[in-house]
């Protein structure tokens, strides 16, 4: 397993050690003794979700406020542009975003900690989508960011409108939004 550091320190790419040959592919997708030797980071994890979408959807910009999640996620079939938005106010980097393309194939895995919104597109046909999380989903303590809110500007490799939830076409401005201390 390798780490890679992005825009935003505390956001991380992960990177198998993925054994292939004729019959396919073996990879070790989360070792916890690992994880933290090479991130510094301790995360247990208590909830996994899977899900499904259709090319253009467009995910996000979501977190909790309250019982915030740090999320370890990966694609396990299709490809997606990856984000995190810095949400924690007094932060050198808030309102700043990172992306990066996950797929089936490269198998790269975004740590996304807690005080972050989190969003992705799909840009293949359709994509499947896994994520570890630290706390519970809550409903009551979730927001959502627009995904085109100007002040943070993620440059979305769109082609034509994304198809958006009804809470995420709702999402408010940074200005606007509930943020960490």
Request: no cysteine; glycine share 8%.
């Amino acid at each position: 397993m390798q780490v890679h550091h992005t825009d935003l320190p505390d956001v991380l790419i992960v990177e198998p050690k993925v054994f292939g040959d004729d019959r396919g592919f073996f990879y070790e997708s989360f070792n916890q003794r690992r994880f933290q030797e090479l991130t510094g980071s301790n995360p247990q994890f208590v909830q996994d979700n899977h899900s499904r979408s259709a090319r253009n959807v467009l995910r996000g910009l979501h977190y909790q406020i309250r019982q915030s999640q740090g999320k370890l996620v990966r694609v396990v079939a299709g490809e997606v542009f990856d984000v995190a938005v810095d949400m924690r106010r007094t932060s050198k980097t808030f309102g700043k975003w990172t992306g990066v393309v996950l797929s089936a194939e490269n198998k790269r895995q975004m740590w996304v900690p807690p005080g972050f919104a989190h969003g992705f597109l799909v840009l293949s046909e359709s994509a499947e989508f896994l994520y570890k999380t630290t706390d519970y989903y809550a409903p009551e303590h979730e927001r959502a960011v627009r995904w085109d809110d100007p002040d943070i500007g993620i440059a979305w490799p769109l082609q034509g409108a994304p198809l958006l939830s009804a809470k995420d076409e709702a999402g408010v401005s940074l200005g606007e939004a509930e943020t960490f201390p």
